[in-house]
């Protein structure tokens, strides 16, 4: 019946997943580097700069992994699998702070291609945008209005400063749909990194994944992504279809 509408499939399989009769999008819950900004790139030399400064073995590659984590969370996995323990409170902010610090030492990041033009269709469609972050790193944070003007409400963003347990942990979207007092099934998620993609699916959200680095797509299927795009672009072109058949496609309950 509803299957020859686009996307009817992938919807269909999430509404069963989550026991929903429809999705009704009233809300986007938006993260931020990799989504926004095309940040990844210097979040994971600024990491791999500190950790190897530690005399703590590591990857570049693997800080992609971690997106999505507080800085906190990020410091004590590798503390714990180098040392055996987590960081003392009080040095795990102190190395997040540095790691700030040479995160703002790189070149300035870029909004991401595709980004502005998906936040604008939102926003003409009606839906309310909410920042969902774990990131608290303010020399991006602080460029989202001259950047994404009129798109997040001052009061609808969830970063670092408000949440206790960051992304994979579902806290962060439910803080967002409060912010938003939307529920669960009034909610679309957007994400570009496995960790993020299981919290926005955890927070019962109709999650979209977009690959916009070195993850594959199946990482963000394997996560929970009822959707996933190869490029924030494709994404945004896709966007107006997707809601479209968002407020079409109904599940029958069983
Ligand atoms: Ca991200």
Redesign the pocket.
Known sequence: MNLHIPYATDILRFLHRHHYTSVVPKAALI?M???LYDSMKNHTAAWYRLISELGIPCTREEFYLY??RTGTATINLLFNRHLGHEADPEEALRLYKRKTEYFAELPRVEPMAGAQEMTRILRDAGITRVLVTGSGQSSVISRLNEDYPGIFADDLRVTSHNVTHGKPHPEPFIKAMQMARVSPSQCIVV???PL?VEAGDRAGAFTIGVTTGPIPPAALEEAGAAVVFPSMPAFAQALPTLLLSLLTVHDIPS
Request: glycine content about 30%.
């Open positions: 993260d580097d990799g989504t997106e999505g994400e570009n990194a993020g």
